[in-house]
Nanobody
Framework: QVQLVESGGGLVQPGGSLRLSCAAS????????MSWYRQAPGKERDMVAT???????NYADSVKGRFTISRDNAKNTVYLQMNSLKPEDTAVYYC?????????WGKGTLVTVSS
């Protein structure tokens, strides 16, 4: 079955950087668009970035110019490079993929931006 395992979260100071990784299995990774979402405490889960199977990317306005999504099809892994982090970026970050009619989610990785 589809499995998505996120890693790379942690505590970082404002202005710092983190790189999140999502290891995928159970489907043909190279043929699927992959996305990162995030959910802050008390808020809805929102799209952060998407990368298509062809490598095209799309970002939420709040992270444009600071975050970069990329993928390594040989490793079945999608990444989220996060620079110039702000306290408002604090959230649980989830990797997700739509397979047939189902959207699968990882368990998430917590990112805390605080001094």
């Amino acid at each position: 079955q589809v499995q998505l395992v996120e890693s790379g979260g942690g505590l970082v100071q404002p202005g710092g950087s983190l790189r999140l990784s999502c290891a995928a299995s159970g489907f043909t990774f190279s043929s699927k668009a992959m996305s990162w979402y995030r959910q802050a405490p008390g808020k809805e889960r929102d799209m952060v970035a998407t990368i298509t199977n062809g490598g095209s990317t799309n970002y939420a306005d709040s992270v444009k110019g600071r975050f970069t999504i990329s993928r390594d099809n040989a490793k079945n892994t999608v990444y989220l490079q996060m620079n110039s982090l702000k306290p408002e970026d604090t959230a649980v970050y989830y990797c997700t993929v739509r397979v047939v009619t189902t959207r699968a989610w990882g368990k998430g990785t917590l990112v805390t931006v605080s001094s």
